[in-house]
């Protein structure tokens, strides 16, 4: 495996940097009072430690074992698995995090591109009587579904060439998340059972996403519809049961198609930003704390019985909504609020509908992977524990967030951008 090789490097320029910086001498003759030293490289008596393909062949084996005791039939289980293959890309990406990563607006901005809501303008009339079926059928908003396959496929143009067991079998047997991706294998065992899907067909991303919505198997396997009743589910090449999955999904997790995503909101002087946390709240309980739509017009009286939770994704200084079930239920799809209101924004860009009006704080310089770490540590050393260091800045590290601005006077909006981040780590 990959982790073996610094060892042997580090043993390999050991012994070159020996021989640069000492000159050669020659071997004392050798007499009965002579020690002979046998340095590790040279003990050849000692194990050596296997090569990544045999201690892949040594998982395969062990996972095969493990389905066969479930039940899975061995001919299906020797087919389907015996001949994976290791993809080394799947093993570096998934141990890659990068240094930068896009601040949300410019996701949103990327993902309502004018290119993508052309191409999703025009989907949207090419097969306006099949999303006509699917609203029938599902109840799930066309233009958010719209959105869903352009910002996964492009409209199905991109959906990944890798072999979908060979990525699975990669990322269980080298990954971060073993049990996980053991559970797409299965997934992809029970699908080949069911008949639903040909193996052939199963091609997707370098982490196991497929078809034109890109689902991971055990998804598909349980949300995955053969819309037009032809026995194959073929989420790569047809775009009703691509779309009628991505529906039946978002249905099943609670979609309300008479119900919005988000709203814009203005919060008044003062307001407590620590409502921000995930504090659920009806429009009547928000507009007693003063929050107005961004348009100054008054809600519908329906609508003041509506649940929503406020998001604050750019700081105090930036654009600020109310999310809905609506909201939510997206992240199901993909837990990321960039995604969301990427999705959000996008859906209503394809009806002509400017989705954000106040500015983005787009002169704030976002945190890289290292400061985000310098931040936790700071936090944590301080009396704000965000309960490790990785990185990513989650909920833990938002409560740690808004502890410390509420410690220090400041909006406890949990948003830290390169001037902030500058007064912890002096603080």
């Known amino acids: 495996m990959l982790k073996y090789f610094p060892i042997l490097s580090l043993v390999f320029s050991m012994s070159i940097g020996a021989c640069a910086s000492e000159p050669i001498k020659p071997a004392p003759a050798k007499t009965a009072k002579t020690k002979t030293t046998i340095t590790l490289a040279q003990n050849t008596s000692l194990p050596k430690k296997p090569a990544q393909a045999q201690t892949f062949d040594m998982w395969k084996k062990a996972f095969m074992a493990q389905a066969i005791a479930k039940g899975y039939a061995p001919s299906l289980v020797k087919t389907v698995i015996g001949p994976a293959q290791i993809n080394p890309k799947a093993i570096v990406r998934d141990k890659s995090q990068p240094e930068f990563s896009k ?28 999303f006509d079926q699917i609203e029938a059928r599902y109840s799930v908003d066309r233009y958010v579904l719209t959105a869903i396959w352009g910002l996964e496929s492009a409209y199905g143009k991109i959906l990944g060439t890798h072999d979908t067991i060979d990525s699975i079998a990669t990322l269980a047997f080298d990954g971060r998340r073993q049990v996980f991706w053991e559970t797409q294998l299965y997934a992809v065992l029970d699908m080949l059972v069911s008949g639903v899907v040909r193996k052939e067909q199963l091609t997707g991303s370098w982490a196991g996403a497929m078809g034109m919505t890109q689902f991971i198997p055990a998804t598909f396997r349980d949300y995955g519809v053969d819309f037009y009743g032809d026995g194959n589910k073929d989420i790569w090449a047809s775009e009703g049961d691509a779309l009628g999955s991505a529906a039946y999904y978002l249905s099943r997790h609670g979609w309300r198609i008479e119900e919005p995503i988000f709203t814009e909101v203005i919060l008044p002087k003062g307001f407590n ?25 008054n809600w519908s009286k329906p609508a003041m019985f509506l649940e929503a939770k406020l ?117």
């Open 273 to 297: 930003y620590g409502l921000a946390n995930g504090t659920k709240k009806t429009i009547s309980g928000w507009t007693g704390l003063g929050v107005r739509d961004v348009s100054g017009e």
């Open 311 to 427: 998001l604050v994704p750019a700081g105090a200084n930036g654009p600020v909504f109310l999310t809905f079930k609506n909201f939510d239920v997206i992240k199901k799809y993909n837990n990321s609020t960039s995604y969301a209101l990427g999705i959000a924004v996008l859906s209503k860009s394809y009806q002509g509908q400017k989705a954000i009006l106040r500015a983005w704080p787009k002169n704030d310089a976002p945190l890289t992977l290292t400061d985000k770490k310098k931040l936790q540590r700071a936090l944590t050393s301080q009396g704000f524990d965000t309960k490790g260091v990785d990185g990513q800045i989650g909920p833990n590290s938002r409560r740690a967030i808004r502890a410390w601005q509420k410690a220090n006077g400041l909006p406890e909006d949990g948003y830290v951008e390169a001037k902030l981040l500058a007064r912890i780590l002096n603080k």
């Open 103 to 130: 601040p949300i607006w410019s996701y949103v901005d990327g993902a309502a591109s004018a290119i993508r809501i052309k191409g999703g303008k025009t989907k949207l009339a090419k097969h306006k009587s099949l």
